[in-house]
């Protein structure tokens, strides 16, 4: 059974920075995709970041480009968000998220949270202000 586990979130000023982990386990994520998403409370879950199946290509959204970073360590199999210059707005609960390859015939459906199988329970980050 697949299992993905977030870790590393809380509570930090604006400005501040946190990193992520996402320990995958159940098989190896040589070949998925990993994404990261954010919800926020009464907000739909949205796309932060992405490390497409081959791990050649990254993507991110607008809103965080620039400040944070995603990255994996295959030995590890762990995937991480590194994020920089955090702001209030950036306070959400964040997933991390797996999908195989056959999901993305296109660039594009790396931000769709339906085209990841699976996810992990979420770690929250405060931005204090």
């Known amino acids: 059974q697949v299992q993905l586990v977030e870790s590393g979130g809380g509570l930090v000023q604006a400005g501040g920075s946190l990193r992520l982990s996402c320990v995958a386990s159940g098989r190896t994520f040589t070949s998925y995709a990993m994404g990261w998403f954010r919800q926020a409370p009464g907000k739909e879950r949205e796309f932060v970041a992405a490390n497409s199946w081959s791990g050649s290509s990254t993507y991110y959204a607008d809103s965080v480009k620039g400040r944070f970073t995603i990255s994996r360590d295959i030995g590890k199999n762990t995937a991480y968000l590194q994020m920089n210059s955090l702001k209030p707005e950036d306070t959400a609960a964040y997933y991390c998220?797996?999908?195989?390859?056959?999901?993305?015939?296109?660039?594009?459906?790396?931000?769709?949270?339906?085209?990841?199988?699976?996810w992990g329970q979420g770690t929250q980050v405060t931005v204090s202000s």
């Open positions: 998220a797996a999908g195989i390859r056959a999901n993305y015939g296109s660039s594009s459906y790396y931000y769709h949270p339906n085209k990841y199988n699976w």
